[in-house]
């Protein structure tokens, strides 16, 4: 059974970093991503990358703020968030894609067949 566990959630001042790591149990996938979920709103897509090959797909909010990368070796994927902005709290989503997702983008959620269990994170003012 394929496991994705998700780490590194926590409180942070607005302006601060943090570095979330996702720990997979499999490494047969063709892409991983970061999906974000706020209270009472739909899981959204954050950034997203393929295990093999260079291309990585990030949200329009994140752009320039956010990392995706991934150790395959260590089957871990990471998310390093810097210049965080003040928000509520999100549950951050590790997603693993064992099919090739729909091309030109990664960034569908339907693409996307095994999720973690989320690691909250919280952005004070």
């Known amino acids: 059974q394929v496991q994705l566990v998700e780490s590194g959630g926590g409180l942070v001042q607005a302006g601060g970093s943090l570095r979330l790591s996702c720990t997979a149990s499999?490494?047969?996938?063709?892409?991983m991503a970061w999906f974000r979920q706020a209270p009472g709103k739909e899981r959204e897509f954050v950034a997203a990358i393929e295990v093999i090959g260079p291309v990585t797909e990030y949200a329009d909010s994140v752009k320039g703020r956010f990392t995706i990368s991934r150790d395959n070796a260590e089957n871990k994927l990471f998310l390093q968030m810097n210049t965080l902005k003040p928000e509520a709290k999100n549950v951050y989503y590790c997603?693993?894609?064992?099919?090739?997702?729909?091309?030109?983008?990664?960034?569908?959620?339907?693409?996307?067949?095994?999720w973690g269990q989320g690691t909250q994170r919280t952005v004070s003012s």
């Open positions: 997603a693993a894609a064992s099919t090739t997702p729909t091309a030109p983008t990664l960034s569908l959620r339907s693409d996307y067949d095994y």
């Open positions: 499999s490494r047969a996938f063709v892409a």
